[in-house]
């Protein structure tokens, strides 16, 4: 970990950085003792109402980086809301709030409120008459709450980004800035991301003052330990007999399948049903109530796959999901680096195959493997349906 560029190599624990009794329960109730790199790096910065500017890989418990000293600084005495995190989709607002809310567990008079789009709005203004000191919300749906005057900012002192350089590249730039501009009592702003961009650098150029850079770079040790195929099949029209055959001899009890269009997305999930596997489609399109409900029905094993566009790429926590399935080759690199991210978390073995049917979608994996410097290992099928391995020199 670097911290305004000057190496540090040390272990936390949580109880050397100061927090308070109740939030300390709540951790020993987590069976945390040990911060994680960033959370080091953040909590005592954050405790100070630093500026904080923090980039980590995904899955290095960036929520607790921000979240722990947010919760230390509320007052539960307070009517006003005291702290902000904006996310830039509703699963990782949904899954902010339920991580903050295991923070509060041990303390009495905190109030957390979730806004996001796709819930009635009139279910939110009656929560936001409770008088919470935490929110959580997408900018698209605090911006309605702040023109409908349900919401007011003027006490918050403690502002965060979530996934910043996500929020930014989906075209929040001017709801964020807005938001920003209405908050005259702010004592400090965090940025937290996987990538810093261009625009998150305006952001603090902006809105921050002398801020703290922590880096958590991937490590051997760190990193997902998930071995990549790539399957290189004659026609598109193999990729479903490829997918099932795939899942059912992995015996697979969890994996995404990623497709990088709504309609595709739709029309595997229903496919795979017609199979006979337990599945359901995820994308913006879903209705919330529907979306959160396929999350949740995954979580739990009902669901043994979720077909899915790059909105569930990022944000979500689920640790113990099998294998990754690529049916469509991502338009991004990030997107894969994403999508296969879904799998080997929390010290497990994962798996990641891409379903390749084409010159364009070859091209793209080539790209892919030379720039994120991954060992994808090539399949085909012989004469005889077996998959065998290719020779890298093909």
């Known amino acids: 970990m670097e911290i305004n560029g000057v190496e540090v190599q040390e272990t936390f624990l949580y109880q050397d950085l100061g927090l308070s009794q109740p939030t300390m329960q709540a951790l020993e109730k987590k069976g945390f003792t040990q911060a994680t790199a960033i959370q080091g790096g953040a909590i005592p910065f954050f405790m100070d109402w630093k500026d904080v500017v923090a980039k980590a890989p995904t899955g290095t418990g960036k929520t607790y980086a921000f979240g722990i000293p947010m919760v230390e600084h509320i007052d539960p005495s ?22 903050l809310r295991d923070l509060c567990v041990y303390r009495e008079g905190v109030r957390i409120v979730c806004l996001y789009g796709g819930q009635p709005i009139d279910k939110q203004i009656t929560q936001l008459k409770n008088r919470p000191q935490l929110v959580v919300a997408t900018p698209g749906r605090l911006m309605d709450h702040m023109k409908r005057r349900t919401i007011k900012l003027d006490s918050v002192e403690t502002v965060v980004l979530d996934e910043a350089d996500r929020m930014l590249d989906m075209g929040f730039i001017q709801d964020v800035t807005c938001i920003l501009d209405k908050m005259p009592n702010r004592r400090n702003l965090g940025l937290f991301s996987a990538t810093i961009s261009r625009e ?96 949740q029905q995954f979580k739990t094993g009902a669901l043994r796959v979720l077909v899915a566009t790059d909105v569930a790429a990022r944000g979500l926590d689920i640790d113990d999901v099998d294998a990754v399935f690529n049916y469509d080759v991502p338009d991004e690199q990030e997107y894969y680096i994403h999508r296969i991210g879904r799998t080997g978390r929390a010290q497990r073995r994962g798996v990641a195959y891409t379903l390749v049917a084409s010159v364009t979608e070859s091209v793209k994996m080539r790209e892919i493997a030379r720039n994120t410097k991954a060992e994808i290992q090539r399949l085909k099928y012989d004469q005889d349906g077996c998959l065998m391995l290719v020779d890298p020199q093909t």
Request: glycine share 4%; charged share 25%; hydrophobic share 40%.
């Open 78 to 99: 307070s009517h006003q809301v005291q702290a902000l995190v904006l996310a830039p989709t509703r699963e990782l607002a949904i899954q902010i709030r339920d991580e």
């Open 200 to 295: 998150v650098m305006d952001i603090s150029w902006v809105y921050q003052r002398d801020p703290v850079e922590i880096t958590v770079r991937p490590v051997e040790q760190n990193r997902p330990n998930i071995q990549q195929y790539q399957i290189e099949l004659s026609g598109r029209e193999e990729k479903l007999d490829t997918l099932v055959a795939l899942l059912n001899a992995g015996e697979y009890a969890r994996a995404f399948a990623f497709c990088n269009t709504k309609n595709m997305t739709d029309r595997l999930a229903g496919l795979l049903q017609m199979r006979g596997i337990p599945c359901q489609a995820i994308h913006g399109d879903i209705p919330q109530r529907m979306r959160e409900r396929a999350l």
